[in-house]
């Protein structure tokens, strides 16, 4: 066993030297290629070689100061890409190893794609390039502080002014306030805004639109424009290096064009006309955000169980005889149980994130081809995905820390921040117990279908053998069975598929299908996890 300078013997070598694998065959597997090892091995490098994107003080900063510092990281990072003329592969990669939330988050993960996704190909020609060259800065302007996950409920509107060929952007209750957008507290000067569309007199709906909020000239507001920071958020650093805001209109103008006008436009005479261009095609974009949300689970579930497993092999207690060494706490069979599963399901994140990027592909070649059959099905399996994977992973977090004993509750452990930064993640981008309610209605639709005589496909396929599922039971006798990977995917899908059934007939029971939902959805949510897990 290898020791340091201090004669101590170092564990992790130890524990290294008899891995029963394949480390380097690992390490591919986890990043996809033997490319993507070498990429992330270098970007890693370069950011960890770099003293600006230090991180070690960043829990005992001020809020006022970790600011100042993402602003600085960011604009760095931003010189280092151009400097280095990095690829896209390698910028991500480098933003990402920089590991402190800002800004250039939003406005690379959601402004930009929004035009992208939803506007014309003359509104991504005008604004595309300046987001490119971070001539304006964007945010998502979606959130509001009286509605989040029930999107068609926001109250902010944009009434089109014929006369002068405007949307009067307008915030009409103080519920109506945009709530939570990140970089809209300080950095942003534009953001996709999204409001109920009035023309004619008619409300059509929820619809995004470009809106500049702060002069290009010396930053200031607008006017009409009331806008700032919400506030501290919950751990040390952590999330509080993002800017989240508020933001509020009073009848702010701005020109027709800067409706996002991909799907629906209003013409010069304020006519609301629909575009030959389908809107499932937004269900794309959904896909690959909640496909970037899984993944990122697993990257961070995969931080915390490499701390806890490296503290498991480092820290020693009991066990000591006639003076002898203590026990590695890795050891013993408690942690291992605790650990291993955790270890296991960081794995399992990482490839289902994969199998996702693989639906994404296949859900934008369908939807180009006007195929829209499999849309509610990968609806589902993003919604349900999104939800078990980031439950799951805040809820690791936590049990690493306690793996690591008191040493854990140290920001300098890691854990803390960790855990803080993460923990949004079961929030934005649809609460966990929305979404897990909006996989219940997609199965209890298809087990309605099954009976009806409809054959499955898909990732719902197995329950066109609905009779045997029904009735059969598991032919596992010993732990060695476990290994059969047939009998595990039968004992889940029998599992998924009861627990369907059952959820169905319990509303069917109530005297309304609604009055069934309301009464069953506390053991609908954990009836949906099945069908996610298998």
């Known amino acids: ?36 090892v070498e990429v992330a091995d270098r970007m890693a490098r370069l950011v960890a070689s770099d003293p600006v994107f230090r991180k070690d003080t960043r829990t005992m900063l001020s809020r006022k100061e970790l600011f100042k510092d993402t602003l600085k990281k960011a604009a760095h990072a931003w010189k280092r890409i151009v400097e280095l003329r990095l690829t896209e592969e390698e910028a991500n990669l480098l933003r990402l190893y920089v590991d402190q939330p800002g800004y250039v988050d939003l406005h690379w ?11 014309t190909e ?49 915030s009409p209750t103080l519920t109506s306030s945009k709530w939570w957008p990140g970089g809209l ?20 709906g929820i619809h995004g639109f470009i ?81 970037t949300i899984v993944a990122d689970a697993s990257k961070a579930l995969s931080r915390a169980v490499c701390i806890a497993v490296r503290y498991s092999a480092i820290r020693k207690q009991f066990g000591s005889q006639d003076g002898g060494p203590e026990t590695q706490v890795l050891n013993y069979k408690t942690q291992q149980s605790r650990l291993f599963p955790l270890l296991a399901s960081a794995y399992a994140y990482r490839f289902v994130g994969q199998w996702l ?18 849309l509610p099905e990968a609806h589902a399996c993003t919604a349900g995905l999104k939800s078990v994977t980031t439950s799951a992973t805040a809820d690791a977090i936590e049990e690493c820390r306690k793996l690591c004993g008191g040493h854990g509750y140290l920001n300098s452990s890691g854990l803390p921040e960790l855990f803080a930064v993460y923990v949004p993640a079961c929030t934005y981008e649809g609460d966990n117990v ?56 039968e004992v889940f899908e029998a599992r998924a598929l009861r627990m369907a059934v059952n959820c169905a007939q319990n509303i069917s029971k109530a005297p309304s299908q609604e009055e069934g939902w309301c009464c069953t959805s506390s053991s609908v949510i954990s009836n949906m996890k099945a069908w996610v897990l298998l």
């Open 434 to 489: 929305v979404l897990l309610l909006q996989v219940a209605r997609f199965l209890m639709k298809t087990v309605s279908q099954v009976a009806a005589g409809k054959q499955p496909v898909g990732t719902i396929a197995y329950m066109g053998n609905i009779q045997h599922l029904m009735q059969c039971k598991s032919a596992v006798n010993t732990a060695e069975d476990w290994l059969n990977p047939a009998a595990i995917k």
């Open 1 to 36: 066993m290898a020791a340091d300078g201090g004669g101590e013997p170092d564990h992790l070598a130890g524990e290294r030297a008899t891995a029963q694998f394949d480390v380097d065959g690992m390490k591919v597997a986890w990043a996809g290629s033997r490319h993507a």
């Open 185 to 204: 507290g300080k950095a942003s000067t534009h953001a996709v805004v999204y409001a109920r569309l009035i023309t004619e007199g008619k409300d059509y």
């Open 211 to 291: 809106v500049q909020l702060r002069s290009l000239d010396d930053h200031s507001p607008l006017p009409g424009v009331t806008l700032g920071d919400i506030g501290g958020k919950f751990g040390s650093g952590a999330y509080n290096s993002m800017d989240n805001g508020v933001l509020r209109f009073d009848h702010v103008r701005i020109p027709r064009d800067q409706m996002l006008m991909r799907l629906s436009q209003v013409t010069r005479e304020g006519k609301y006309v629909h575009s030959d261009v389908p809107k499932q095609l937004l269900y794309g974009t959904m896909v690959y955000v909640r496909q």
């Open 357 to 374: 990027k693989w639906l994404y592909t296949d859900v934008n070649q369908k939807l180009e081809a006007k195929d829209y059959s499999t």
């Open 109 to 119: 993960g959601m402004f930009v794609p929004a035009i992208k996704g939803q506007g």
């Open 122 to 170: 003359e509104q991504q020609k005008k604004w595309l390039p300046m987001a490119y060259k971070f001539q304006i800065i964007g945010c998502y302007a979606q959130t509001e502080l009286g509605h989040g996950s029930n999107v068609q409920g926001l109250e902010t509107t944009a009434t089109f002014d014929p006369s002068t060929d405007e949307f009067v952007m307008h």
